[in-house]
């Protein structure tokens, strides 16, 4: 195993190195195993009380002391489906652009800039969504998508302008930069002989994009939807600031709505009996399980593009 | 199709590319155009050194913020980044130990968790056993979130270490952990800066687990035992607030902090292009 060793084998200094540097090595798998636990522990109450129910039952009120998780869960799928909705074209098609279209010397100054969105913290896009966005939406774009798509119960009933759909949106915005980047990366591995082969076929760039490029990276393009899926759905601050916090199922797109991240942000400080607090922390425990399996499904499936290959820089 | 018709479809294709493009970069300039425009006015010196007034009182500042945020950010990179650089290092010195694949995996998932999650996590372990918020619980969830980050960014710039290098400095006789000290990680020293400045720009702006953690403050607190303001924080809560003094005040705050994140990645991240990719 230890085939690096120096000629001299193992100094005294050697050891106390490879010491110190597992030690550093093994206190990671040991935190997470620390975070699950505590996540377990904190929500055994309501676990106890509650168990698979939670996530069925809709009634959330502290002072009944009843809990049920399920307004926050449709909330947090729809408002991360529209968010993908919205992004998924947009951040695919300036992948697209960017390895088969855009002239050499854009490519990174373009790809950079979008990627510098996902430097921007959570909290300035929920300002920025309070007072830019919202009331735009509220005067302009919502009451278009009445008038048009008004048929649809999507798009029915009173603007608040807080709404399922303002949050879905900031969140199209805030997922963007993840998908196109590693989009970018699954398509840039695609060998060069699809796309010659398709040309001299006689198709037109645009047909070699399509046709042959993009199939070739069909699955690493699915793993950086789920990869934007998964930091849409854990996503916080942004989406408290403009979801309008209610436990309630709405089919419109224009009432407000809840998730789960945004109900724990909302409610943790404020709980007062343990088993509000057990209960968020229950929301926590699922949330936790739902993204994990969410970033696994989408690692794999990058990985099988880019075979075995790291990309992203966080490849497996 | 004709070929006419399938020249026109590409171009309307390449169109439509372009319009997303233009869309997808939009937003950046929204944003950033309009923290310059609301916030720009408000930064003079008494913003940055005077503390909150009450509240529906105007004028006052963020001095107390900026050095919670500076503390709590600190502590938590105190934490954080020897654990992350030396698992970093280890799992790139030793790649192939079963050790090193299960800690890569982990921090893959530790990655993927949402820092709310995170902040449960600081909540349940320090605030509920220590019966009080606390800046330092605020530091360990930030510490959780960058140890991943760090972890993997050390690895991956380890891994561009040209095995001749090792080779050369183990035949001169150089033990191994001088080997890995003096000449693996002193030639990706700049690379191991540049991923904990990374790691550093992506915790300082965050909110969520600082929320139930750090809390937030009035005052000025230079105890990390004690609830602490951070810029993050004052900014949801003036945002969300209902006074025009605090908007205006948030603001600006979200201008300084948009300052601090942003030069700090785009630095980092020149700093490794020119050294790792070329020109």
């Not at chain 1, 005294?12 to 030690?23: E, K, N, P, V």
């Not at chain 2, 992506?202 to 951070?230: D, I, K």
């Not at chain 2, 600006?252 to 030069?263: E, G, H």
Request: glycine share 10%.
């Amino acid at each position: 195993m230890d085939e690096t060793n120096g000629l001299h084998g193992r100094s005294r200094g050697d050891i106390l190195f490879r010491l110190l540097l597992t030690a550093a090595a093994v206190a990671i798998p040991v935190l997470l195993g620390f975070l699950v636990y505590e996540l377990f522990t904190g929500s055994r109450l309501a676990i106890g009380r509650y168990g698979f129910g939670f996530i069925t039952s809709s009634t959330w009120d502290p002072v009944a002391e009843q809990f049920g998780a399920w307004p926050l869960i449709l909330g947090t799928l729809l408002s991360s489906a529209i968010a993908l909705v919205i992004a998924v074209p947009l951040s695919l098609g300036v992948a697209i652009f960017l390895t088969d279209f855009a002239p050499l010397w854009i490519r990174q100054p373009i790809a950079f800039v979008i990627e510098l969105l996902a430097a921007i913290p959570s909290v300035v896009y929920g300002l920025w969504g309070i007072f830019v966005l919202i009331p735009f939406l509220k005067d302009t774009t919502f009451p278009a998508l009445r008038d048009t798509l008004g048929f649809l119960p999507l798009f029915q009933g009173a603007i608040y302008g807080q709404s399922m759909l303002a949050a879905g949106m900031i969140l199209a915005i805030m997922v963007m930069p993840y998908i196109m980047s590693v989009s970018r990366e699954v398509l840039a591995q695609v060998p060069g002989s699809q796309r010659e082969a398709a040309l001299a076929l006689g198709a037109t760039r645009w047909e070699a994009a399509w046709t042959a490029v993009v199939p070739y990276a069909r699955s690493g393009i699915v793993g950086a939807i789920i990869l934007g899926l998964g930091r849409a759905l854990g996503e916080t601050m942004a989406v408290t600031m403009l979801i309008g916090n209610r436990h309630e199922i709405s089919t419109s797109l224009f009432a407000p709505g809840y998730t789960m991240a945004a109900a724990i942000a909302n409610e943790f400080s404020e709980a007062a009996t343990d088993i509000h607090l057990s209960s968020l922390a229950y929301v926590a425990f699922a949330l936790f399980g739902v993204t994990i399996l969410v970033n696994a499904a989408a690692r794999l499936l990058i990985w099988r593009v880019s075979h075995g290959r790291p990309s992203g820089g966080e490849g497996l | 199709m004709s070929r006419r018709m399938r020249q026109w479809k590409a171009r309307l294709m390449v169109g439509l590319l372009v319009v997303a493009v233009v869309i997808a970069v939009l937003p950046l300039i929204l944003i950033l155009g309009m923290l310059l425009y609301k916030g720009a006015t408000s930064l003079n010196p008494a913003f940055f050194a005077r503390l909150p007034v009450p509240a529906g009182e105007t004028g006052g500042g963020v001095g107390h913020a900026i050095v919670g945020t500076l503390l709590i950010v600190g502590a938590g990179a105190a934490m954080g980044l020897p654990i992350g650089i030396g698992a970093g290092i280890y799992s790139a010195e030793f790649a192939g130990t079963r050790l090193a694949t299960i800690t890569r995996f982990v921090a893959d998932v530790m990655n993927g968790t949402p820092s709310i999650v995170v902040g449960v996590f600081a909540w349940a372990w320090i605030v509920a056993t220590q019966k009080h918020f606390s800046g330092f619980a605020g530091s360990v969830a930030l510490a959780m979130l960058m140890i991943p980050m760090v972890m993997r960014t050390t690895e991956e710039m380890i891994k561009l270490v040209p095995n001749s290098l090792r080779e050369a400095a183990l035949a001169l006789g150089y033990p191994r952990w001088r080997t890995s000290l003096l000449i693996v990680v002193r030639t990706t020293l700049p690379g191991i800066v540049t991923g904990s400045l990374l790691a550093i720009a992506r915790v300082a702006g965050e909110t969520a687990p600082l929320l139930f953690t750090a809390l937030g403050s009035s005052y000025l607190v230079t105890n990390l035992n004690q609830p602490m303001a951070a810029l993050p924080l004052v900014v949801f809560t003036y945002a969300t607030g209902p006074y025009q003094d605090w908007h205006r005040l948030a603001w600006a705050t979200a201008l300084v902090l948009i300052v601090v994140v942003l030069v700090l990645s785009i630095a980092a991240r020149l700093a490794t292009r020119q050294r790792f990719h070329g020109s």
